[in-house]
C-alpha cells in the first residue's frame, strides 16, 4: 500500500505528459489514433523476431518486408489470428512499439490512455488478454471497444438515435455486422472470414489451376487489382509470378477477373449470408430504419470490387461503403477518445488499470 502510494503522484505525472490512444488492433493492419492529432500510424501487424535470442529485430512495415525473405533464424509473424491475439508476448512487444513510436522524444516513459478495438464475438479471456497486453505494453488505463461499435461511430452514424443503424465491418480475419440502436448493440454477428481467408483462396486457386507455387503478398497483390464479387464490365487481367510446382522454375501467369471472382466465391458467400441471417433476426421496427438509411460497409474488405452491389442485390436494401473504411474503427476509438465521457457506456468493460513500477 505504501509503495502504491508512493507510485500514485509519479503514475499521474506520466499521465499528464503522455498522449491518449486509441488502436484498431487488426489481423492485417494495427492504426494507431493520437488525441488532437488524428491517425498517425498505419502499419502492418508483423513482427520480426531472432528465434535463437528471442529479440524483436522489427515491427511493422520493416516487418512485412521480411516475409519469405528471412533466414532460418529469423521468423516474421502476425501475432493476431482472427482478430484475436495468437502470440501474447509478440502482441505487446508491437503495442510498445507503437506507443513508443508515438512519443519518441519523450524523456520520460510514457503511461498513455488507450482505447483499443475487439472483435464483438470474443471471451472475455481474449478481452483480458488485450487488455494485459495494453497494460504490459505501458499503458495507464485500457478500454476495450467492439469493433463495429467503433466502425459505426468512425463512419459517422447515429448510434445515439432511436433509428436503426447496421454496419458490416470486413477485416483482415473477421467478419463483423451489427445493428445498433440507441447507443449499444441490439444484435451482432461475427465470423472468422475475411482478406486473409480470400488470400489464401487465391493461393488455393494458383496451386490447383496452374501448379503456381505464390505468396501471401502475391495474393493480395491480384486480390487488390482484380478482385470481384460481382460481375463487373471492365475484363481486368493481372500477372501472378511464382515458383512452377512440377520444375521448381519461376513463372508468370496472366488471370482474368472472373478468375478470381470464381476462386473466392467461397469466402464471399459467408460474408452475404452472415448478413442475409442478421437481416433476418433484427427486430422489424429497426429494420424498416435500416430500408431507409442502408446498410453501410467498413474496413479493408468493402473495397472488394462490386461487394456494395452483390449486397445490394441480395438483401434489396442500399449499400453505403463508408468514406475511407480502411480507418473506420481507428477514427472511432479516436472519437470516443476526444469525447470519453459522451461514449463511455458503448465500452465492453469499465476501465482497466494498474500501477506500474
Do not use: W
Not at 79 to 103: C, Q, W
Not at 178 to 207: H, M, N, T
Amino acid at each position: 500500500m505504501v509503495k502504491e502510494a508512493m507510485l500514485a503522484p509519479l503514475s499521474a505525472l506520466f499521465g499528464f505528459f503522455a498522449k491518449d490512444l486509441g488502436i484498431d488492433l487488426g489481423t492485417a493492419n494495427t492504426l494507431v489514433y493520437v488525441r488532437d492529432r488524428g491517425v498517425l500510424i498505419s502499419e502492418p501487424s508483423v513482427v520480426a523476431c531472432d528465434k535463437r535470442s528471442g529479440r524483436v529485430l522489427a515491427v511493422g512495415a520493416e516487418a512485412k518486408k521480411m516475409v519469405g525473405r528471412t533466414p532460418a533464424n529469423i521468423v516474421a509473424i502476425r501475432p493476431l489470428k482472427d482478430g484475436v491475439i495468437a502470440d501474447f508476448e509478440t502482441v505487446e512487444s508491437m503495442l510498445r512499439y507503437f506507443i513508443n513510436k508515438v512519443h519518441d522524444r519523450f524523456l520520460i516513459t510514457p503511461r498513455p490512455r488507450v482505447i483499443v478495438g475487439v472483435p464483438s464475438g470474443v471471451t472475455e479471456v481474449e478481452k483480458r488478454a488485450v487488455q494485459d497486453a495494453a497494460i504490459n505494453a505501458g499503458a495507464r488505463e485500457a478500454y476495450l471497444i467492439e469493433e463495429p461499435m467503433a466502425a459505426a461511430i468512425g463512419a459517422g452514424l447515429p448510434i445515439h438515435d432511436a433509428a436503426g443503424s447496421m454496419i458490416v465491418d470486413i477485416g483482415g480475419g473477421t467478419t463483423e455486422v451489427a445493428v445498433i440502436s440507441l447507443g449499444g448493440i441490439v444484435l451482432s454477428r461475427s465470423i472468422r472470414i475475411g482478406g486473409d481467408e480470400i488470400d489464401s483462396e487465391i493461393i488455393q486457386f494458383a496451386r490447383r489451376e496452374y501448379d503456381l507455387y505464390i505468396g501471401e503478398r502475391t495474393a493480395e497483390e491480384t486480390k487488390i487489382a482484380i478482385g470481384s464479387a460481382y460481375a463487373i464490365k471492365d475484363e481486368l487481367k493481372t500477372t501472378m509470378r511464382g515458383r512452377d510446382l512440377i520444375t521448381g522454375l519461376p513463372k508468370e501467369i496472366e488471370v482474368s477477373v472472373a478468375e478470381i471472382r470464381e476462386a473466392i466465391a467461397g469466402p464471399v458467400n459467408l460474408i452475404v449470408e452472415a448478413v442475409k441471417l442478421s437481416i433476418e433476426e433484427t427486430p422489424p421496427e429497426l429494420l424498416a430504419d435500416i430500408m431507409d438509411q442502408g446498410i453501410v460497409l467498413a474496413g479493408g474488405g468493402a473495397m472488394l470490387k462490386g461487394l456494395d452491389q452483390r449486397l445490394r442485390d441480395e438483401t434489396k436494401i442500399p449499400v453505403h461503403i463508408a468514406d475511407d473504411p480502411l480507418q473506420c474503427v481507428v477514427r472511432g476509438t479516436g472519437a470516443c477518445l476526444e469525447n470519453l465521457e459522451v461514449y463511455r457506456k458503448v465500452f465492453v468493460t469499465e476501465y482497466y488499470a494498474r500501477l506500474r513500477t
